[in-house]
């Protein structure tokens, strides 16, 4: 599963604490816990120069480079858990690059999920949590901005409409939040939702 949305949404702290959750309800349960661009050599290198890189990056460049890290997660890391039997919980997925690169960048998202759909091998997450929230909200949560949230309220109004889309296009796999609410009410959701597709009990007797 995934977490989903504009920067400053809350994405990072719901991968954590719903994986901790899950490993304290289900102790025989590996749950791992994933992050994009990063989770590899590879991807922490990539994850640098999306993020960090003072120089030019066109548009196209962001495409691939996302999905060279993505691919390098996918066989490194994620399909060797799945095999497992782990649970993998990831803090972003390739519906970023559909909102970001072929939304907000105006790639097209025929061509990113082309590009993506090769770098996954075809594997999308099963479940997707958007955690929708006003991106002026979610820009006035953050404490730094990398080279991507420092461009602003037009670019996170566009990835907003992004996700929209992705979530308009297929509400069975992406469940929409309201990342307005406080911590606990978005958690308990998220939480309540996750027990109900993989026919968990949510009973910690």
């Known amino acids: 599963m995934a977490f989903e949305g504009v920067d400053g949404a809350g994405k990072t702290v719901l991968a954590r604490i719903v994986s901790e959750a899950l490993r304290e309800r289900f102790p025989e349960l590996e749950v791992l816990q994933v992050r994009e661009p990063g989770g590899t050599s590879v991807g922490e290198k990539v994850r640098k ?18 999905a060279t890290g993505r691919a390098q ?10 095999q497992r039997g782990a649970v993998v919980i990831s803090d972003r997925s390739a519906y970023s690059s559909l ?7 105006g790639v097209g998202a025929a061509q990113v999920w082309t590009v993506n759909n090769i770098a996954l091998q075809g594997n999308w997450p099963d479940l997707v949590f958007f955690l929708d929230v006003d991106p002026e909200v979610g820009l006035g949560r953050e404490d730094e901005h990398d080279r991507i949230s420092s461009e602003g309220l037009a670019l996170q109004e566009r990835v907003r409409e992004g996700y929209l889309k992705s979530w308009r296009a297929d509400p069975e796999r992406i469940v929409r939040i309201d990342a307005s609410k406080s911590l ?3 958690f308990d959701e998220v939480m309540e939702i996750i027990f109900e597709r993989f026919g968990w009990h949510n009973d910690p007797s």
Do not use: M
Request: charged share 20%; with cysteine; proline share 3%.
């Open 49 to 66: 120069i999306l993020l960090h890189w003072t120089g030019k990056v066109c548009n196209l460049a962001e495409v691939l480079l996302f």
């Open 73 to 82: 997660l996918w066989e490194e890391v994620i399909s060797p858990a799945l």
């Open 99 to 105: 909102a970001y690169q072929g939304e907000a960048r």
């Open 184 to 186: 606990k009410e978005v």
